[in-house]
C-alpha cells in the first residue's frame, strides 16, 4: 500500500528531521532511501531504522516492515513532501544561481539578512535536486526568509528546481563559462541559467540584477527587477577601492557613503557583496545592521581565503573553478601588489569539448601576467602547459615537489576545480 504526499506530511509534522544517509541518522528523523548510481538506499533502511530514525521512506516492498513507509520513487517522494510543505508558507523565497559566486552570495545575503530576520537558507552547497528539497524542508513557523541556492550542470534543472521551491525573488550572480559539456556550450549556459527568469517573470517576481552586466539586463527587461553597480540612480550604488588585499568598497546609501572593509579577497566579489546590500536594503535591514554583517562575514571552505603560512602568504580560491573565475581570479592576482608571486592552478573540469581551448587561453593569460612563477596541477592544463611551466599530473605530484622545494616569500594564488583537490598542496606552503 502506497502511501499519499498528503499521509506523509502528518507523519513528518511529527517527525520534522529528515535523512539521506544512513551513517548519518539523526535522532528521530525519516530516512529516506535514496538511489545513486552505485548505491540503493532501500538496502539501508533497516540500518537507519536501527541506529535512530523513526520512520524510513522505501521505493522496494523488498525491504518493506514496520517502520517503512512504502512510495513509488523515493526522490519524488522526497521533492513532493517538500513542494507541499514550501506552499504552507506566505513568506519571501529567494532564489540564487548563477556561474561564479553563487555560494558566497548567497552566505552574504544570508548574513545580511539574519540580521534582522528569521532565515533559512541552503547549507553549504547543497543546490541540487536533493539539496533544494531539504532547504525547503528546514523551514519553520519561526521563518522569516527562505534562500535557496540553484546549481546546475544541464538544461531545465533550475526550471525544475523552481517549481519545487517556487520562489518568489530571485538573483543570477552572473552567465560565465562553466559546466560547458553538460549545457552544450556557451550558449546553452545563458539559457539554463535564465530559467530562473523565465520563472519569475511568468509568476510576476521580483529579480535583482547588477546593472552593470549587459547580458543580465537584457534577459531581465520589462520585468520587476532592483538594480545593483557602479552608476548613479539605481537602487544600490557602490565602488571598488583599489591596492587593497581584502575587498574594500564606498556603498552610497541613503545615509549617505558607508565604507565597508570585508574579509574576503579579490574585487572580484564586489559584486557578490553589492547584492547583499541591495537585497537588505530592498527587504528594509538598516545600514548599520547590514555593514555590520558584511564586515563580520567570513569566508570559509577555500572560497576567496586569505591565508598565512610560516613561510608565504595564500590566496585560496580551490573550491572551484571555471574559464570565467579563473580569469576574474587571476587578473586580480595581477593586481595585487607583492615582491614575489605565484600561481598555482588546477583543471577545470566538465568543460567538454572547449576543454583545450579554454585551458590554452588560462596559460596564454598567465603567460603575460607576468608572475614570477607559475605551476599548473591536472592532466588538462599539462596537455598545453607542458614545456613553458611546470606541471604536474594531480596534486599529490604537486604536493610532492613543494615539499623538496620548500617555497618562501611569496604570495600564491591556488585555484582549481574541487575534483583536483588543490587544498592538498597548501600542506607543503
Not at 531504522?49 to 517522494?77: E, M
Not at 513532501?81 to 544561481?97: D, Q, S, Y
Not at 540584477?209 to 549587459?214: D, E, T
Not at 576574474?328 to 614575489?340: D, G, K, P, T
Request: proline share 2%; with cysteine; hydrophobic share 40%.
Amino acid at each position: 500500500m502506497y502511501i499519499s504526499t498528503e499521509e506523509l506530511y502528518s507523519i513528518y509534522l511529527d517527525h520534522p528531521a529528515i535523512s539521506t544517509d544512513s551513517r548519518r541518522i539523526e535522532q528521530g528523523s525519516l530516512f529516506f532511501a535514496l538511489k545513486g548510481d552505485n548505491f540503493d538506499g532501500n538496502k539501508y533502511a533497516g540500518i537507519a531504522l536501527d541506529t535512530g530514525a523513526s520512520y524510513a521512506v522505501i521505493d522496494d516492498v523488498a525491504y518493506a516492515g514496520a517502520k517503512t513507509l512504502l512510495v513509488l520513487d523515493v526522490l519524488d517522494s522526497l521533492q513532493q513532501l517538500a513542494l507541499f510543505h514550501r506552499r504552507k508558507f506566505n513568506i519571501p523565497v529567494i532564489a540564487i544561481t548563477g556561474s561564479n559566486g553563487k555560494t558566497t552570495t548567497k552566505e552574504l545575503i544570508n548574513a545580511v539578512l539574519g540580521q534582522q530576520f528569521h532565515v533559512t537558507a541552503t547549507k553549504g552547497n547543497f543546490n541540487n535536486h536533493i539539496g533544494v528539497p531539504l532547504t525547503l524542508l528546514g523551514i519553520t513557523n519561526e521563518t522569516q526568509i527562505a534562500i535557496v541556492e540553484m546549481g546546475a550542470n544541464h538544461q531545465l534543472e533550475i526550471a525544475q528546481l523552481c517549481q519545487l521551491a517556487e520562489p518568489t525573488h530571485g538573483l543570477i550572480t552572473n552567465i560565465g563559462r562553466a559546466h560547458l559539456g553538460g549545457f552544450g556550450g556557451y550558449e546553452g549556459v545563458i539559457k539554463a541559467k535564465s530559467e530562473l527568469y523565465t520563472w519569475l517573470r511568468n509568476t510576476d517576481g521580483t529579480v535583482f540584477v547588477n546593472a552593470g552586466n549587459p547580458l543580465l539586463m537584457k534577459l531581465s527587461a520589462g520585468m520587476k527587477r532592483i538594480l545593483y553597480g557602479t552608476d548613479e540612480g539605481i537602487n544600490t550604488q557602490g565602488i571598488a577601492k583599489t591596492g587593497t588585499s581584502n575587498l574594500e568598497l564606498d556603498w552610497f546609501s541613503n545615509n549617505g557613503k558607508i565604507t565597508l572593509q570585508t574579509n574576503l579577497v579579490g574585487n572580484y566579489n564586489f559584486e557578490n557583496v553589492l547584492a547583499s546590500i541591495c537585497m537588505g536594503t530592498f527587504l528594509n535591514v538598516p545600514p548599520d545592521k547590514i555593514k555590520t554583517a558584511i564586515n563580520s562575514y567570513m569566508p570559509s571552505n577555500s572560497r576567496s581565503q586569505a591565508l598565512k603560512t610560516e613561510r608565504n602568504s595564500i590566496i585560496l580560491d580551490a573550491y572551484n573553478a571555471n574559464p570565467t573565475s579563473m580569469q576574474v581570479a587571476i587578473e586580480n592576482f595581477r593586481q595585487v601588489e607583492a615582491l614575489h608571486k605565484m600561481v598555482i592552478l588546477g583543471d577545470m573540469l566538465e568543460l567538454g569539448q572547449e576543454s583545450a581551448v579554454e585551458h590554452l587561453s588560462i596559460v596564454k593569460l598567465v603567460e603575460k601576467s607576468g608572475f614570477e612563477r607559475a605551476i599548473f596541477v591536472g592532466p588538462d592544463f599539462k596537455a598545453v602547459a607542458s614545456g613553458k611551466f611546470t606541471c604536474f599530473n594531480n596534486s599529490e605530484e604537486a604536493f610532492d615537489w613543494f615539499q623538496k622545494e620548500q617555497i618562501k616569500d611569496f604570495t600564491i594564488l591556488v585555484k582549481g576545480s574541487r575534483g583536483i583537490k588543490m587544498e592538498k598542496v597548501l600542506e607543503a606552503l
